[in-house]
């Protein structure tokens, strides 16, 4: 079973006093993970209840490999979603609970255990198809609530948050399983969360949503290395911004910490706002991108890396440095940033 | 979506609204429309007339009635809330949390048994020969039996047995929604039990106070029952008027506009402690 | 200071549910009297007031006509009550707020004017008395209570349930039938017990509404204007029993049932 494409086209959804999603357009390729991303707050659930046809938009279209399916119920939509809460029907085993799609269905009794059976081990719960759902975990929950959504092969799978509920540890055992069904069943995942690490580990397309328009759309490679805006540089990981203004041959931005090379040529002479992620800033560097002296205000061991505030003047610049780097506090470093690390991006520091 | 399925929640609530409307708001309608007919000489004069309310407000065996069912259910539901409210305190706070929903259980156990038998059990034990006389006398305390069946004194009684039972359940409930540390607040503070329970403990169990006064109040005053059985029937109450009305003068349209009467002091005791009748934690 | 607290409560607690216990006892106990009057001094234990409740035709018609007004009342008020809690809380129609007031009016009203009410609009519409207009009474006093307790049994959590059963292809019936009533299943029994148990001992819409077909607490009180025996006792030591077998039985199935569906 491959999975389908959607095409989003202007959506709009209008609650009184609030705009939740505002002129959304966007194209989820057949078969891929994408995974919207955002704050809370900034149309991401509402997208997702719109495309699993819980919420009608106020304008807009949704298709789904090409078919119209903007006002058709969620029962005849070719999408299941997986509930944030998993909404598992707790007057049913789990068994009975998997089965109910192909209930609905009409699918014969026999043919459906069968297929409960195989949907049960894809999860790895093969043995639990006559257990009651008070009777298991949170992360148990959570694979049957997928096997339930898979197994009447939608073309379209929606996940509103599923790892939300569980603890760190659970959640990246339930990111590698997400990703191996994903391998295993072929269909397009739509995952929505706020949460950027889960983003990068399991999506091959991201979509950054922010105030209800697309922020940012690419793969995790993309938005991490190249943010279009100083909200995904910020929301995408850690980020120094800073003004500054393109260089007369547009290769370089000057700002207040000193000349650095930019990714992309801008414009000379314009004001722009630069991204400089802080593990590209290196130590002891001279020559272009040198930033100059700075003093360590805060330096903070976390196994890997350093995560170092250094500060000079009423300036703060965030560096992350090696393990064998050694930073202390009040030492005098030597900054500078790697050619043509930073990042033009659209927008200000607020 | 949400919002073009508003109709089919008008089918789901249809049919609740639909037997409300028949079985309760005609009725109602024709309540009111048979206070304005007469009953002349056997039969129904059905020109509309405000008769039956000046026969109300001029009639001093009516005005009577209504004093004494004002006077039989305001000694009941004083009573039976200072009856209920020490014992909801005693429940709430002096049991142990794991015997209290039993022993709430046991007060509301003579609400189990039929209330027309329960009726007549408190007759016989108020009777010439019943439980109390014969024990009063096996004691020597009295010469002769007492007078206690068929009285006010038994109407009150009867009502208070059962009504103790309501008050109860609604102080404790309120209770219970004290939170835990504001009366320990008060004694950190400096405060002495008895303060403590005067300034904070009973001001915020009000509500409850009140659900159960007003509870009592209405269920009370349409009895007929009890002042019929224990009262002996010998105090006119509205509910003995009304009933008398149907049953032996067959003057409907009269005891329809005392029914009304009876709806408009129960709106009116509504409507003056409306904003007391919640149960709800006040913020 | 606080031991003399301690036995005042329990002094008074003592009093209070000797005070509340006391005409049951004195019921119970003199059910099984020998003699005529159910008065001191105790003559028994004999099973003689018993045998003569179920011999007494006029009693055991009235006992059944109670059971099937009962359980037929209930059963619509639940419905009802039901219907429109799950119409109110998952469809939201407009004038939501009037229409929860217009079902719980019938509870500020007296049962005297609600069965005085009944009976003559009965009589207008000719339609005489009978138990079918006394089950219509008590469907009426019971709706508001059965609402109100289903009402609040509608969680929000609950309408994911039955998105996510949309989601897989149910239609409406199935999503009420097989998803909305199995997780109210508490919320139906306790409103259909309730209801029963008020209806079982209803007097005064009954004795508007009925004519010769009698319910139970109607039947009582007829026998006892007649004369007074310990035959009362023990109908009412039955009706007692049968409350107990009730409610008994709603405390065990609510509990089988919410062992069954628990939530995390």
Same mark, same amino acid.
């Given at each position: 079973?491959?999975?389908?494409?959607?095409?989003?086209?202007?959506?709009?959804?209008?609650?009184?006093?609030?705009?939740?999603?505002?002129?959304?357009?966007?194209?989820?390729?057949?078969?891929?993970?994408?995974?919207?991303?955002?704050?809370?707050?900034?149309?991401?659930?509402?997208?997702?209840?719109?495309?699993?046809?819980?919420?009608?938009?106020?304008?807009?279209?949704?298709?789904?490999?090409?078919?119209?399916?903007?006002?058709?119920?969620?029962?005849?939509?070719?999408?299941?979603?997986?509930?944030?809460?998993?909404?598992?029907?707790?007057?049913?085993?789990?068994?009975?609970?998997?089965?109910?799609?192909?209930?609905?269905?009409?699918?014969?009794?026999?043919?459906?255990?069968?297929?409960?059976?195989?949907?049960?081990?894809?999860?790895?719960?093969?043995?639990?198809?006559?257990?009651?759902?008070?009777?298991?975990?949170?992360?148990?929950?959570?694979?049957?609530?997928?096997?339930?959504?898979?197994?009447?092969?939608?073309?379209?799978?929606?996940?509103?948050?599923?790892?939300?509920?569980?603890?760190?540890?659970?959640?990246?055992?339930?990111?590698?399983?997400?990703?191996?069904?994903?391998?295993?069943?072929?269909?397009?995942?739509?995952?929505?969360?706020?949460?950027?690490?889960?983003?990068?580990?399991?999506?091959?397309?991201?979509?950054?949503?922010?105030?209800?328009?697309?922020?940012?759309?690419?793969?995790?490679?993309?938005?991490?290395?190249?943010?279009?805006?100083?909200?995904?540089?910020?929301?995408?990981?850690?980020?120094?911004?800073?003004?500054?203004?393109?260089?007369?041959?547009?290769?370089?931005?000057?700002?207040?910490?000193?000349?650095?090379?930019?990714?992309?040529?801008?414009?000379?002479?314009?004001?722009?706002?630069?991204?400089?992620?802080?593990?590209?800033?290196?130590?002891?560097?001279?020559?272009?991108?040198?930033?100059?002296?700075?003093?360590?205000?805060?330096?903070?061991?976390?196994?890997?890396?350093?995560?170092?505030?250094?500060?000079?003047?009423?300036?703060?610049?965030?560096?992350?440095?090696?393990?064998?780097?050694?930073?202390?506090?009040?030492?005098?470093?030597?900054?500078?940033?790697?050619?043509?690390?930073?990042?033009?991006?659209?927008?200000?520091?607020? | 979506?949400?919002?073009?399925?508003?109709?089919?929640?008008?089918?789901?609530?249809?049919?609740?609204?639909?037997?409300?409307?028949?079985?309760?708001?005609?009725?109602?309608?024709?309540?009111?429309?048979?206070?304005?007919?007469?009953?002349?000489?056997?039969?129904?004069?059905?020109?509309?007339?405000?008769?039956?309310?000046?026969?109300?407000?001029?009639?001093?065996?009516?005005?009577?009635?209504?004093?004494?069912?004002?006077?039989?259910?305001?000694?009941?539901?004083?009573?039976?809330?200072?009856?209920?409210?020490?014992?909801?305190?005693?429940?709430?706070?002096?049991?142990?949390?794991?015997?209290?929903?039993?022993?709430?259980?046991?007060?509301?156990?003579?609400?189990?048994?039929?209330?027309?038998?329960?009726?007549?059990?408190?007759?016989?034990?108020?009777?010439?020969?019943?439980?109390?006389?014969?024990?009063?006398?096996?004691?020597?305390?009295?010469?002769?039996?007492?007078?206690?069946?068929?009285?006010?004194?038994?109407?009150?009684?009867?009502?208070?047995?059962?009504?103790?039972?309501?008050?109860?359940?609604?102080?404790?409930?309120?209770?219970?929604?004290?939170?835990?540390?504001?009366?320990?607040?008060?004694?950190?503070?400096?405060?002495?039990?008895?303060?403590?329970?005067?300034?904070?403990?009973?001001?915020?169990?009000?509500?409850?106070?009140?659900?159960?006064?007003?509870?009592?109040?209405?269920?009370?005053?349409?009895?007929?029952?009890?002042?019929?059985?224990?009262?002996?029937?010998?105090?006119?109450?509205?509910?003995?008027?009304?009933?008398?009305?149907?049953?032996?003068?067959?003057?409907?349209?009269?005891?329809?506009?005392?029914?009304?009467?009876?709806?408009?002091?129960?709106?009116?005791?509504?409507?003056?402690?409306?904003?007391?009748?919640?149960?709800?934690?006040?913020? | 200071?606080?031991?003399?607290?301690?036995?005042?409560?329990?002094?008074?607690?003592?009093?209070?549910?000797?005070?509340?216990?006391?005409?049951?006892?004195?019921?119970?106990?003199?059910?099984?009297?020998?003699?005529?009057?159910?008065?001191?001094?105790?003559?028994?234990?004999?099973?003689?007031?018993?045998?003569?409740?179920?011999?007494?035709?006029?009693?055991?018609?009235?006992?059944?006509?109670?059971?099937?007004?009962?359980?037929?009342?209930?059963?619509?008020?639940?419905?009802?009550?039901?219907?429109?809690?799950?119409?109110?809380?998952?469809?939201?129609?407009?004038?939501?707020?009037?229409?929860?007031?217009?079902?719980?009016?019938?509870?500020?009203?007296?049962?005297?004017?609600?069965?005085?009410?009944?009976?003559?609009?009965?009589?207008?519409?000719?339609?005489?008395?009978?138990?079918?207009?006394?089950?219509?009474?008590?469907?009426?006093?019971?709706?508001? @209570?059965?609402? =109100?307790? *289903? !009402? /609040?049994?509608?969680?929000?959590? &609950? +309408?994911? #349930?039955?998105?996510?059963?949309?989601?897989?292809?149910?239609?409406?019936?199935?999503?009420?039938?097989?998803?909305?009533?199995?997780?109210?299943?508490?919320? @139906?029994?306790? =409103?259909? *017990? !309730? /209801?029963?148990?008020?209806?079982? &001992? +209803?007097? #005064?819409?009954?004795?508007?509404?009925?004519?010769?077909?009698?319910?139970?607490?109607?039947?009582?009180?007829?026998?006892?204007?007649?004369?007074?025996?310990?035959?009362?006792? =023990?109908?009412?030591?039955?009706?007692?029993?049968?409350?107990?077998?009730? #409610?008994?039985?709603?405390?065990?199935?609510?509990?089988?049932?919410?062992?069954?569906?628990?939530?995390?």
């Amino acid at each position: 079973m491959t999975g389908a494409g959607i095409d989003v086209k202007n959506l709009v959804k209008q609650y009184p006093g609030q705009r939740a999603l505002d002129g959304v357009s966007l194209t989820i390729d057949p078969g891929s993970y994408t995974v919207i991303l955002g704050p809370s707050g900034s149309g991401k659930t509402t997208l997702l209840a719109i495309l699993g046809g819980f919420v009608e938009p106020t304008s807009g279209k949704v298709t789904v490999d090409g078919q119209d399916v903007t006002s058709v119920a969620p029962s005849r939509r070719p999408t299941t979603t997986v509930f944030q809460d998993y909404a598992l029907f707790p007057h049913m085993t789990v068994g009975q609970n998997v089965g109910f799609g192909l209930e609905m269905q009409r699918v014969g009794k026999k043919d459906r255990m069968s297929q409960v059976s195989e949907a049960l081990e894809m999860v790895g719960l093969a043995h639990t198809k006559d257990r009651h759902i008070a009777d298991l975990s949170g992360g148990q929950r959570q694979r049957i609530a997928l096997a339930r959504a898979l197994i009447v092969k939608p073309r379209v799978l929606l996940l509103d948050e599923p790892l939300g509920a569980l603890d760190v540890k659970l959640r990246r055992h339930m990111q590698d399983e997400l990703t191996r069904i994903h391998d295993t069943v072929g269909t397009t995942f739509v995952h929505v969360t706020h949460d950027q690490e889960e983003a990068m580990s399991l999506a091959d397309t991201i979509v950054i949503v922010r105030d209800g328009r697309v922020d940012d759309i690419g793969s995790p490679e993309q938005v991490y290395l190249n943010p279009i805006s100083a909200f995904s540089a910020q929301f995408m990981g850690d980020s120094n911004l800073i003004e500054g203004t393109i260089t007369d041959d547009g290769n370089a931005a000057d700002t207040a910490w000193g000349r650095v090379g930019v990714s992309t040529p801008g414009n000379p002479h314009d004001s722009v706002t630069v991204s400089i992620r802080p593990e590209h800033i290196e130590m002891g560097a001279t020559g272009p991108g040198n930033l100059g002296e700075w003093i360590v205000a805060e330096s903070h061991f976390l196994g890997q890396r350093y995560r170092v505030i250094a500060r000079r003047d009423n300036q703060e610049i965030l560096v992350s440095l090696p393990q064998s780097s050694s930073v202390q506090q009040g030492q005098s470093v030597l900054l500078g940033v790697a050619p043509e690390m930073a990042r033009i991006v659209k927008g200000d520091l607020s | 979506m949400i919002n073009r399925r508003s109709w089919q929640g008008w089918v789901l609530v249809g049919p609740a609204l639909l037997v409300t409307l028949v079985l309760f708001a005609a009725p109602m309608v024709m309540v009111i429309l048979t206070s304005l007919y007469r009953r002349t000489g056997g039969t129904t004069n059905r020109t509309l007339s405000l008769d039956n309310y000046l026969r109300l407000a001029t009639d001093a065996t009516i005005h009577q009635a209504l004093l004494n069912s004002l006077e039989v259910v305001g000694l009941t539901v004083i009573f039976s809330t200072l009856v209920a409210y020490p014992l909801a305190y005693i429940i709430a706070f002096r049991v142990p949390a794991k015997w209290q929903a039993l022993v709430l259980l046991l007060t509301v156990v003579p609400f189990w048994t039929s209330y027309v038998v329960r009726s007549y059990s408190w007759l016989l034990v108020l009777a010439k020969n019943g439980v109390i006389n014969q024990t009063l006398q096996s004691w020597n305390l009295i010469g002769e039996p007492l007078t206690l069946a068929n009285t006010r004194f038994a109407t009150v009684l009867a009502f208070v047995h059962f009504f103790v039972m309501v008050s109860t359940l609604t102080i404790y409930a309120s209770l219970r929604q004290i939170p835990r540390n504001l009366p320990l607040a008060a004694r950190d503070l400096g405060a002495s039990p008895f303060y403590v329970f005067a300034r904070v403990t009973l001001p915020l169990s009000i509500p409850g106070v009140t659900v159960g006064a007003f509870l009592t109040f209405v269920l009370a005053i349409g009895d007929y029952i009890t002042p019929q059985i224990v009262g002996g029937g010998n105090e006119l109450l509205l509910p003995q008027l009304l009933m008398l009305q149907v049953s032996r003068r067959g003057d409907f349209p009269l005891a329809a506009a005392m029914a009304l009467v009876l709806l408009v002091i129960v709106a009116a005791v509504y409507a003056v402690s409306a904003k007391n009748l919640t149960l709800e934690r006040k913020r | 200071m606080k031991l003399l607290r301690g036995s005042i409560s329990w002094i008074y607690a003592l009093l209070v549910f000797g005070f509340i216990l006391m005409p049951v006892a004195s019921l119970v106990v003199f059910s099984f009297q020998a003699t005529n009057l159910p008065l001191p001094p105790f003559t028994g234990p004999s099973l003689r007031w018993y045998e003569e409740l179920f011999a007494d035709s006029g009693m055991v018609e009235a006992l059944r006509n109670s059971l099937v007004v009962g359980v037929v009342s209930a059963f619509f008020s639940t419905a009802l009550g039901f219907l429109s809690a799950y119409g109110l809380a998952r469809y939201r129609p407009a004038g939501a707020r009037a229409i929860r007031a217009a079902i719980m009016t019938p509870l500020g009203v007296s049962y005297l004017v609600i069965g005085f009410g009944l009976a003559i609009t009965a009589n207008e519409l000719a339609l005489g008395r009978s138990l079918v207009l006394v089950t219509l009474g008590h469907i009426i006093i019971n709706l508001p @209570l059965a609402f =109100a307790i *289903l !009402l /609040s049994q509608m969680r929000d959590e &609950d +309408e994911t #349930l039955e998105k996510a059963a949309r989601d897989l292809g149910a239609n409406e019936w199935v999503v009420i039938t097989r998803i909305a009533i199995p997780v109210v299943v508490p919320g @139906l029994l306790a =409103a259909f *017990l !309730l /209801s029963f148990t008020l209806s079982w &001992d +209803e007097f #005064l819409i009954a004795f508007f509404l009925a004519d010769f077909d009698v319910t139970l607490p109607i039947e009582i009180w007829s026998q006892l204007r007649t004369g007074l025996d310990a035959k009362t006792n =023990a109908a009412g030591t039955l009706v007692f029993a049968i409350s107990v077998v009730a #409610l008994t039985l709603a405390y065990v199935l609510n509990r089988a049932v919410q062992q069954r569906s628990r939530r995390a």
